[in-house]
């Protein structure tokens, strides 16, 4: 089910390349993201940013990088979160990227960018590109969209910004009581890539060039700062360890993670890495023993209660999958993600009651995430299943704006008017939808292009 708005992406774009081992694209997943959140906004704040109009971006790519975008966007690679050996070196980062950010220093458009990366904004838990990558159209079409973004180019800051930018993050780190050497020892971590030219270089640091003279500008600040000695907290670190251990255990092969986790290390980072991994190698039945095990140590937390409902999902026994889901919903009633694996599951489940239900959590679901297309294409299912085809209709045109196939959205919308009772608040939607395309001159050319292909 899950893989069905990744095999979408694939039809629209029509590409069958080769398949990648790592599947590239933006990914979605919970825990990963309220672990990025809980980093990033008191940085923000004292940024002077409002934390909640700034968006985090996942991109599922090895190579190390982290940008801004207009609009307050800012992409980590998931390559820079498993390069960081202390969660201060990626807070650092973050700092520093805050710091472009609240200082204007996008100097290239990104709209190009935007309208690459729109149809690769889907929503999905990283178990589903995991999935991608045995589906080679949908993994190749999510990859040569990355590909084709050309991030490098985009966001090459001048030495002037980088060096404002380091002084920011110094400031930020120490107005929040953390110290600013994470970013000094990342940067000295990596100083050899100074010498290196051109292509070899690690893409964050083309776009961010580093000198002698500013690693000794950002040293000199760093050292005035009182929380100079601050260390990671457990707490964070082992936050950390385990969001490395679920990007490796997800995205790595599975030999791969159990080369690097293997049975000796008896850590709990080690051990969801390995069941993650044995998810992955199909080898469910240890996989559920080894989630069943961390989730007795810690019943209350929601992303085991998430996992373990997922592997369930996903080898077909979506009912049972159901009290999982339900409470990592109970545990995090925010998360929208977490509430859309609930309403999979009840679809799956298939009984007029659970689709009645799963009904009203997509619509919390979209609430929050009004531009979540696989929350779309769910709802689109669960009207579909309740025979209200209007409905479902105008849920397909939804899904469709939000990937940004606007064609098919306006021939969705448009078949949802003729049905939709006029006047309702359903048939403005649908209404609306065609307006905005129809008066759109960037969606007007897209259209164009679809037809005469
Ligand atoms: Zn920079």
């Known amino acids: 089910m899950r893989l069905v708005g990744v095999l979408f992406v694939a039809m629209i774009f029509g590409l069958f390349l080769p398949v990648p081992s790592w599947a590239q694209g933006i990914i979605r997943d919970a825990e990963i993201e309220a672990a990025a959140r809980d980093w990033s906004d008191p940085i923000f704040t004292a940024a002077g940013l409002n ?42 980062v973050i700092a520093h990227e805050t710091g472009h950010m609240a200082d204007g220093h996008l100097a290239r458009s990104d709209d190009a960018m935007k309208k690459a990366m729109r149809p690769m904004i889907l929503t999905m838990g990283l178990g589903i590109l995991a999935a991608v990558a045995g589906a080679p159209d949908a993994g190749a079409a999510i990859m040569s969209k990355a590909q084709e973004v050309g991030m490098v180019t985009f966001f090459a800051h001048s030495r002037v910004q980088e060096a404002a930018a380091d002084q920011a993050a110094a400031k930020y780190m120490e107005a ?60 964070d670190l082992h936050k950390l360890k385990m969001v490395q251990a679920k990007i490796i255990g997800f995205l790595e092969p599975p030999q791969t993670t159990f080369n690097l986790y293997p049975e000796t290390d008896d850590s709990q980072p080690a051990r969801y890495a390995r069941a993650i991994a ?63 694996n609930l309403a999979q ?25 009004v531009d979540n297309s696989f929350a779309w294409y769910e709802l689109s299912v669960a009207y579909e299943r309740q025979g209200k085809v209007a409905q479902a209709k105008l849920a397909t045109a939804e899904q ?54």
């Open 176 to 235: 929040t009581g953390q110290s600013g050497t994470g970013l000094l020892t990342f940067f000295e971590r990596f100083r050899f890539q100074e010498i290196i030219s051109g292509a070899k270089r690690y893409p964050y640091f083309l776009n961010h060039p580093l000198s002698s003279e500013r690693i000794n500008a950002l040293q000199a600040r760093v050292e005035t700062s009182p929380y100079n000695a601050v260390e990671d907290s457990p707490e």
């Open 51 to 92: 934390a909640q109009d700034v968006n985090i971006h996942l991109i599922n790519d090895r190579s190390m990088n982290a940008f801004v975008t207009r609009g307050q966007n800012m992409f980590l690679h998931t390559g820079i979160i498993l390069n960081a050996k202390k969660l201060n070196e990626l807070k650092g």
């Open 345 to 369: 599951a009840l679809i799956a489940s298939d009984t007029p009651e659970n689709i009645e239900i799963a009904v009203e959590h997509l619509k919390k679901v979209l609430v929050r995430e």
């Open 278 to 340: 044995n998810h992955q190698a199909a080898t469910t039945k240890i996989a559920l023993e080894q989630i069943a095990e961390l989730l007795n140590e810690e019943p209350d937390n929601p992303y085991f209660n998430e996992l373990f409902g997922q592997i369930l999902f996903e080898s077909g026994r979506a009912e049972q999958a159901l009290p999982y889901h339900r409470r990592a919903v109970e545990l995090r009633p925010e998360s929208a993600l977490l509430r859309l």
């Open 400 to 453: 469709s704006y939000a990937m940004g196939d606007y064609f098919r959205a306006q021939s969705f919308a448009q078949r949802a008017l003729m049905e939709l009772p006029q006047g309702t608040t359903e048939w403005r939607r649908a209404n609306d939808i065609t307006l905005v395309i129809a008066a759109d001159p960037r969606i007007r050319r897209q259209m164009t292009q679809r037809r005469r292909r």
